[in-house]
């Protein structure tokens, strides 16, 4: 018996009905777990930022395909309300998916961040900056920030020894505060017993090794020769000589690009000329690095008493027991000085 015509029509209304399910059901999946990222790369999400900052990144970044089908899933999973700041790895071929469980997670890529050969806190800051958000006015601040240094067990001077310059893996967004705890956990991991008892047997503290390593770090970039040197200032210190550190009058005058370093720049006035003041500065005048510091807790045992820069500009020294020696030593290395028209 055929079927009413109203029956036939409930059955073609079903059938498209089932039809369009379908196909707006393949079409959801596809949009949750098709592929829609284009390419493998970072994408770096400020503090602060809302869901069309993320997508506008995303654009500029040129990462994905389909941005409505992108927008519609975050929406689901209720991402707009999630956003989290910070460095994040996309990978080539990743589904919407993918992508947003990975923001939503906060489970972030560390960037690798490098200093080294820095002199002053303005420039740690800067190069802290170049590589995480935080920028350098709030980098500079925690490191003149002297409840911050004593919280730290360090004097403004000192607080410098902190900071070991390697290379560290650290989270994009960390902040200042967070970095310079870090920093304290290095610290300590570094001044282990074996390196506190090197210093000990030296009758040094690790304070006084790092500021030496730092005057060893301006005097020479020849890691075979810094030991040596090491020996040097500190026979000095044993027999209560001046140091007559060239690098800490340049940085008592603020100017490490002084090639020589006349008689009319000893007489500035601060405890870190070693011309004017017997001992160690208060502090270490840069940010020595470990193979620095390593070469003074492993100082040559040896008995000269000074060094001057080899005339041939090598960038070593010749190092010597007697006075009249140096002298030899320094009026070849001011000829070549003189010969090669250097004289500031």
Known sequence: MALPKVGKLWIVGACIAVATAVVWGLNMYGDIFHENVKKTGILYIPTGSDFQKVADLLKKGDYIKDYNSFGWVANRKN??????????????????????????????????????????????????????????????????????????????????????????????????EKFMKRMKW?????????????????????????????????????????SRMAGVYINRLTRGWLLQADPTVKFALGNFQIKRVLT????????????????????????????????????????????CAKEDFSGYHNFAKSLTEHNRNASRYQSALNNSKIWR
Request: charged share 20%.
């Open 264 to 307: 009319e720049y000893l007489s500035v006035d601060s405890p870190y000329n070693t011309y004017k003041y017997a001992g160690l500065p208060p502090g270490p005048i840069n940010f020595p690095d470990i193979a620095s510091v390593e070469a003074v807790l492993n100082a040559e045992r040896h008995t000269y008493m000074y060094f």
């Open 79 to 176: 991402y707009k309300e999630m956003i989290r700041s910070g460095a994040y790895l996309l990978k080539s071929g990743w589904s919407n998916n993918q992508l947003i469980n990975l923001l939503r997670s906060g489970i972030q890529v560390p960037v690798k961040v490098t200093f080294n050969n820095i002199r002053f806190r303005e420039e740690l800051a800067a190069r802290l900056s170049f590589y995480l958000e935080p920028d350098s006015s709030a980098f500079l601040s925690v490191l003149n920030n002297d409840k911050i240094s004593t919280d730290f067990g360090f004097t403004h001077e000192s607080f410098p020894m902190l900071i070991i310059p390697n290379t560290y893996e650290i989270y994009w967004n960390t902040s200042p």
């Open 186 to 226: 290095e610290y300590d991991r570094f001044w282990n017993e074996s390196r506190k008892k090197k210093a000990a047997d030296l009758g040094l503290t690790p304070l006084q090794i790092v500021t030496i390593a730092s005057i060893v770090q301006e005097e020479t970039n020849k890691n075979d020769e810094k």
